[in-house]
């Protein structure tokens, strides 16, 4: 470790953690969206971020990956810090890097199984019969393999996040950031996208950031938790803390269902004959 | 007033600037770039196979055009002899390269622009960055190194159906004697000419096929538009731009060479 500290570009803090990122700020035309954001993935883990619809998860996922230039902050990959701009070290994090983009941002102009193969054709040496080879393989997982002739836009919404998930993995990234993986999928699809995750993660090593809204399963399959709230993170922890954390966004956020049973009780409560199907809601004019 | 004039003239100084940088980045990533050769193939489909009909049916009325109206203007001089060199030079010179530029711009360039403009603004230029391949190299190279070859083939095509153009109507239509019309073609055409229509073509095909990438590439950058408004903006201005730069560098280039 103390090797580590001594050379240059690296520091301590951020050395034992695969991502760290610190104090981000980024505002777009004078609204601040992240205001000192801090990001700590461990080597191997799985961190899922909660937040609300619109507090900027996606921005800070695109400030790490490079999609965006955060207006402030440090990000630390594998003990060094990365530069702002262009050149060999991001260059050598964006070959270690994957991102999902909440989007997906398939190319719509080649065939799944093009999509897939385009960042190992671009980006190495193997040969073409290789990468079709790997390419399959991790479409079959997906099960994807049959409709590989398809291009994006035939494909239903499911079928294009899985798309976008083999094209992340394909390259067999160290760190893997997951922009709403399971967003559109069935409850039953949803499950396997984690447990998927968690098994390649064992079987290739990567470290993944997931962002979801899927609280009940990011709270099965994640190692550490993350609250984003208001431009920073109101919360970090183990699933364990989180769910006997007492803060309030914590609370607000994980008794969600709770809340709306107790709302649903009390608008019914004020409502005391139910209102038949076929019957003509009162405000509407008659 | 004056502010705006001159936040508009450093807007363009600053646009020249980063067009010059990108036009250069996007030459200098060609080198060594992995499995360029179907990239290019698509490129020479887009701009040579996709263009040549329009390249060919403007290149033969524009012949035709010319045949009419030199023989008439010469048969006032009793020299419609001439009719062959004075379409011949103003084919190779000046019309092949310029219209024929004009007419790949008016077919590919708007779709490269639009294309590259889509794909920025469905983060697909995005997602190419964060795999860690060249936008650049992967959209913009292959395209540019195309153009240098496609643009003054598309002008001797334009020029040899321009000839053909030209016989038809001073030798068919009209009472030229075909020997004499394809003799002073012969004659006339000498190798800076020849050498003047391909300068002229490859600055063209870099120039023009440049911008159409480049405003393409800035699509999100439109001020005040986004989404599909901010393509078809960033298209149009790259079939605008393209035209005006034809004509103009035709202008630099013939004041030098002249
Ligand atoms: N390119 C941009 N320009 C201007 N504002 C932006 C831009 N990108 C994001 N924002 C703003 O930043 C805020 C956070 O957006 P972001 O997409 O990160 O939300 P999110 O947490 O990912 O939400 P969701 O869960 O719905 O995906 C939003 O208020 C959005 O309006
Ligand atoms: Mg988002």
């Given at each position: 470790?103390?090797?580590?500290?001594?050379?240059?570009?690296?520091?301590?803090a951020?050395a034992?953690?695969?991502?760290?990122?610190?104090?981000?700020?980024?505002?777009?035309?004078?609204?601040?969206?992240?205001?000192?954001?801090?990001?700590?993935?461990?080597?191997?883990?799985?961190v899922?971020?909660l937040?609300?619809?619109?507090?900027?998860?996606?921005?800070?996922?695109?400030?790490?990956?490079?999609?965006?230039?955060?207006?402030?902050?440090?990000?630390?990959?594998?003990?060094?810090?990365?530069?702002?701009?262009?050149?060999?070290?991001?260059?050598?994090?964006?070959?270690?890097?994957?991102?999902?983009?909440q989007?997906n941002?398939?190319?719509?102009?080649?065939?799944?199984?093009?999509?897939?193969?385009?960042p190992?054709?671009?980006?190495?040496?193997?040969?073409?019969?290789?990468?079709?080879?790997?390419?399959?393989?991790?479409?079959?997982?997906?099960?994807?393999?049959?409709?590989?002739?398809r291009?994006?836009?035939?494909?239903?919404?499911?079928?294009?996040?899985?798309?976008a998930?083999?094209?992340?993995?394909?390259?067999?990234?160290?760190?893997?950031?997951?922009?709403?993986?399971?967003?559109?999928?069935?409850?039953?699809?949803?499950?396997?996208?984690?447990?998927?995750?968690?098994?390649?993660?064992?079987?290739?090593?990567?470290?993944?950031?997931?962002?979801?809204?899927?609280?009940?399963?990011?709270?099965?399959?994640?190692?550490?938790?993350?609250?984003?709230?208001e431009?920073?993170?109101?919360?970090?922890?183990?699933?364990?803390?989180?769910?006997?954390?007492?803060?309030?966004?914590?609370r607000?956020?994980?008794?969600?269902?709770?809340?709306?049973?107790?709302?649903?009780?009390?608008?019914?409560?004020?409502?005391?004959?139910?209102?038949?199907?076929?019957?003509?809601?009162?405000?509407?004019?008659? | 007033?004056?502010?705006?004039?001159?936040?508009?003239t450093?807007?363009?100084?600053?646009?020249?600037?980063?067009?010059?940088?990108?036009?250069?980045?996007?030459f200098?990533?060609?080198?060594?770039?992995?499995?360029?050769?179907?990239?290019i193939?698509?490129?020479?489909?887009?701009?040579?196979?996709?263009?040549?009909?329009?390249?060919?049916?403007?290149?033969?009325?524009?012949?035709?055009?010319?045949?009419?109206?030199?023989?008439?203007?010469?048969?006032?001089?009793?020299?419609?002899?001439l009719?062959?060199?004075?379409v011949?030079?103003?084919l190779?010179?000046?019309?092949?390269p310029?219209?024929?530029?004009?007419?790949?711009?008016?077919?590919?360039?708007?779709?490269?622009?639009?294309?590259?403009?889509?794909?920025?603004n469905s983060?697909?230029?995005?997602?190419l960055?964060?795999?860690?391949?060249d936008?650049r190299?992967?959209?913009?190279?292959p395209?540019?190194?195309?153009?240098?070859?496609?643009?003054?083939?598309?002008?001797?095509?334009?020029?040899?159906?321009?000839?053909?153009?030209?016989?038809?109507?001073?030798?068919?239509?009209?009472?030229?004697?075909?020997?004499?019309?394809?003799?002073?073609?012969?004659?006339?055409?000498?190798?800076?000419?020849?050498?003047?229509?391909?300068?002229?073509?490859?600055?063209?095909?870099?120039?023009?096929?440049?911008?159409?990438?480049?405003?393409?590439?800035?699509?999100?950058?439109?001020?005040?538009?986004?989404?599909?408004?901010?393509?078809?903006?960033?298209?149009?201005?790259a079939?605008?731009l393209?035209?005006?730069?034809?004509?103009?560098?035709?202008?630099?280039?013939?004041?030098?060479?002249?």
């Amino acid at each position: 470790m103390s090797d580590q500290v001594n050379t240059p570009g690296r520091t301590g803090a951020c050395a034992e953690a695969l991502l760290v990122a610190r104090g981000l700020r980024k505002a777009f035309s004078g609204k601040t969206v992240l205001d000192g954001a801090d990001l700590v993935v461990p080597r191997g883990a799985l961190v899922c971020v909660l937040g609300k619809s619109g507090t900027g998860k996606s921005v800070l996922l695109k400030c790490v990956a490079g999609v965006l230039r955060p207006d402030a902050g440090e990000i630390c990959f594998d003990g060094r810090t990365l530069p702002a701009g262009e050149g060999p070290e991001r260059a050598a994090f964006r070959r270690r890097c994957s991102y999902l983009f909440q989007s997906n941002a398939l190319f719509d102009s080649l065939s799944t199984l093009e999509n897939v193969m385009l960042p190992l054709e671009q980006t190495t040496t193997m040969r073409r019969r290789e990468i079709t080879e790997r390419a399959r393989a991790v479409l079959r997982v997906l099960e994807l393999d049959e409709f590989r002739e398809r291009f994006p836009s035939q494909l239903s919404g499911g079928m294009q996040k899985r798309l976008a998930l083999a094209r992340a993995l394909v390259t067999r990234p160290e760190l893997v950031l997951f922009d709403e993986p399971t967003a559109g999928l069935d409850p039953l699809r949803r499950n396997a996208v984690f447990s998927m995750i968690t098994r390649y993660q064992v079987e290739l090593g990567f470290t993944a950031v997931v962002v979801t809204h899927d609280l009940e399963e990011a709270l099965v399959a994640a190692d550490r938790v993350a609250l984003l709230d208001e431009g920073c993170m109101r919360f970090a922890g183990t699933p364990a803390e989180f769910r006997a954390s007492a803060d309030a966004s914590v609370r607000a956020f994980r008794d969600s269902v709770e809340d709306l049973r107790a709302d649903v009780a009390a608008n019914r409560a004020h409502q005391p004959s139910r209102r038949a199907p076929h019957e003509p809601l009162e405000i509407l004019p008659k | 007033m004056l502010q705006t004039l001159g936040h508009r003239t450093l807007g363009a100084v600053a646009e020249l600037g980063d067009f010059a940088l990108f036009t250069s980045r996007s030459f200098s990533a060609a080198v060594g770039a992995p499995r360029l050769g179907r990239r290019i193939v698509r490129a020479v489909y887009e701009q040579g196979v996709r263009c040549l009909p329009v390249v060919l049916i403007v290149g033969a009325f524009t012949g035709l055009v010319l045949g009419l109206q030199g023989y008439y203007v010469l048969a006032r001089f009793g020299s419609e002899g001439l009719l062959g060199t004075l379409v011949s030079l103003t084919l190779t010179r000046e019309l092949a390269p310029v219209l024929a530029a004009l007419m790949v711009v008016g077919q590919a360039g708007s779709a490269i622009a639009a294309e590259i403009g889509i794909q920025r603004n469905s983060e697909q230029i995005d997602a190419l960055e964060t795999m860690g391949v060249d936008p650049r190299r992967y959209l913009v190279s292959p395209r540019l190194l195309v153009a240098v070859v496609v643009y003054p083939m598309h002008a001797a095509f334009f020029t040899l159906i321009g000839l053909v153009g030209g016989y038809l109507s001073g030798s068919v239509l009209l009472s030229l004697e075909g020997g004499i019309y394809w003799s002073s073609v012969m004659r006339a055409v000498g190798p800076e000419d020849v050498r003047e229509c391909f300068i002229k073509a490859v600055v063209f095909g870099i120039v023009t096929m440049a911008i159409c990438c480049h405003n393409g590439f800035n699509a999100h950058r439109r001020p005040g538009l986004t989404g599909a408004r901010a393509v078809s903006a960033s298209t149009t201005r790259a079939v605008v731009l393209s035209s005006i730069a034809v004509l103009a560098t035709d202008y630099l280039i013939t004041s030098a060479l002249v």
